[in-house]
């Protein structure tokens, strides 16, 4: 039998690329053969995670975003193909958080929070998604979040559940808009996950008493588990599911 979730000779563009969840998902998909296009905003970041995947024997190459600007956006997806000539597999991961009472949150803050984790995320998928469906073919994962689906407690954070919220129904929207012509579009919601972000939360003990009495499996997961679950939806392993939300949370919505 094939092996299924083998991605040699595909290319997987993969937004906010230069660390945490995004940098593994990046060295996942390429130990399972694929030429990486890392996006990020930060160049210095962007630069490390291409050349770690160069290392492991996979093509790959940086290029700078700001997922904000449209324009932007299908100004990344001419260089990818310039560089790669085509794109298989795209994962929105960029995204942003900020714990902050509802009635506290500024218009700024707001916009920027809806600005990266969907509008962003639209931008990737609409200009990449032109690209998949004159191909026929193409799978998009979107990571969105548990706090798509529940409220998460004890922190404030309406915004980043509104986006992620978003992310899921966008998700399922697009899947059932493209299916039919050969494009998969599926979303990974994780738990907390053993990111820089999550630490910081983690250091408040109030926060870090709730998360892990929240979690049935009783503790933060692994960046190396979310990217499993991504390179399952990117490969042909996942060949029936699209428009899939799959939670990796240790169990959190369970209750």
Same mark, same amino acid.
């Given at each position: 039998?094939?092996?299924?979730?083998?991605?040699?000779?595909?290319?997987?563009l993969i937004t906010g690329a230069g660390r945490?969840?995004?940098? /593994?998902?990046?060295?996942?998909?390429?130990?399972?053969?694929?030429? +990486?296009?890392?996006?990020?905003?930060?160049?210095?970041?962007?630069?490390?995670?291409? &050349?770690? +995947?160069?290392?492991?024997?996979?093509?790959?190459?940086?290029?700078? =975003?700001?997922?904000?600007?449209?324009?932007? %956006?299908?100004?990344?997806?001419?260089?990818?193909?310039?560089? #790669?000539?085509?794109?298989?597999?795209?994962?929105?991961?960029?995204? %942003?958080?900020?714990?902050?009472?509802? /009635?506290?949150?500024?218009?700024?803050?707001?916009?920027?929070?809806?600005?990266?984790?969907?509008?962003?995320? #639209?931008?990737?998928?609409?200009?990449?998604?032109?690209?998949?469906? /004159?191909?026929?073919?193409?799978?998009? =994962?979107?990571?969105?979040?548990?706090?798509?689906?529940?409220?998460? &407690?004890?922190?404030?954070?309406?915004?980043?559940?509104?986006?992620?919220?978003?992310?899921?129904?966008?998700? &399922?929207?697009?899947?059932?808009?493209?299916?039919?012509?050969?494009?998969?579009?599926?979303?990974?919601?994780?738990?907390?996950?053993?990111?820089?972000?999550?630490?910081?939360?983690?250091?408040?003990?109030?926060?870090?008493?709730?998360?892990?009495?929240?979690?049935?499996?009783?503790?933060?997961?692994?960046?190396?588990?979310?990217?499993?679950?991504?390179?399952?939806?990117?490969?042909?392993?996942?060949?029936?599911?699209?428009?899939?939300?799959?939670?990796?949370?240790?169990?959190?919505?369970?209750?």
């Amino acid at each position: 039998m094939d092996n299924l979730f083998d991605l040699r000779d595909r290319v997987a563009l993969i937004t906010g690329a230069g660390r945490g969840i995004g940098r /593994e998902i990046a060295r996942t998909l390429a130990r399972a053969g694929a030429g +990486i296009a890392v996006a990020e905003l930060d160049a210095e970041t962007g630069r490390e995670a291409a &050349k770690e +995947i160069e290392g492991l024997g996979r093509k790959a190459a940086f290029f700078q =975003v700001d997922v904000r600007d449209s324009a932007n %956006v299908d100004s990344l997806a001419e260089r990818v193909l310039k560089r #790669f000539g085509h794109i298989d597999i795209l994962v929105n991961n960029a995204g %942003v958080a900020f714990n902050t009472p509802a /009635e506290a949150t500024s218009d700024e803050e707001w916009r920027q929070v809806m600005e990266v984790n969907l509008n962003g995320l #639209f931008w990737c998928c609409r200009t990449v998604g032109k690209h998949m469906l /004159e191909r026929g073919k193409g799978a998009i =994962v979107n990571i969105a979040s548990m706090s798509g689906v529940v409220v998460n &407690k004890p922190q404030p954070q309406a915004h980043y559940n509104a986006s992620k919220a978003g992310v899921i129904m966008l998700s &399922k929207s697009l899947a059932a808009e493209w299916a039919s012509r050969g494009v998969r579009v599926n979303a990974v919601s994780p738990g907390y996950i053993g990111t820089e972000l999550t630490r910081r939360g983690m250091s408040n003990p109030e926060w870090h008493k709730a998360w892990l009495e929240l979690t049935p499996l009783g503790r933060v997961g692994e960046l190396s588990e979310i990217a499993h679950a991504v390179w399952y939806l990117a490969s042909d392993a996942a060949s029936f599911a699209t428009g899939t939300n799959l939670v990796v949370d240790g169990g959190y919505t369970c209750w």
